[in-house]
């Protein structure tokens, strides 16, 4: 039943097909072949033209990644030197920041430098140490008592010591030196300095100290 139904619907397009003079025929045949092949090329190949389209996108996109990269890499000299520059300037750095070991001595230092200019320490106070990220404050309380040449003489002194001192809060207010009236100061500041806080890392690097048998 469906092939005689599907024969009845056929043979009337071939029948009028063959009523259809010779140059419509060859129109129908060049126009139903063109359209298979244009259907076949477009099947075929817009995949392809698809994937150039990509593959351009991406080269233009290696050409600007490399452009980049050539313009860090002619910066890499001057990159190289400014972080020869900085190392120097942190190994300098490094170099006057005290050691903890080193911290009493430095303190006696400067508490030396005010004594031998004849200053009298009414206080000498260090407090508690401010920890930062690779370094810690360690502040001093300093209250002395002389003259405002004694006191400027000392100040130079403890700001030209082999080790970092800053000195903040200066206050000067009149003595009450009775002997010696109008030239006595009572100077109050707070002497700083710093020293480098070992990482857990580098602590256990260090070698334990061997124990002496009894």
Known sequence: MKQTSVSSRVTPVFERIGNLSKVQRILICT????LIVGLFGFLSYWPKFQRLAELDTELEEMKTKLAI?????????KLRKELDNVTISFKMVQRALPETEEIP?????????GRDLGLEFLLFEPKAEVNREFYAEIPVSIRVQGSYHSVGLFLDRVAKLPRIV??????????????????????SCTATTYKFIESASGKSKRKPASRKRK
């Open 31 to 34: 126009g139903a072949l063109l």
């Open 166 to 187: 800053n000195v903040s809060d200066l206050n000067m207010a009149p003595g009450g030196d009775q002997k010696r009236p109008g030239r006595t100061l009572v100077t």
């Open 105 to 113: 001595s430095l303190l006696a230092s400067v508490s030396r430098c």
């Open 69 to 77: 990269a050539r313009r860090t890499a002619a910066r890499l000299p």
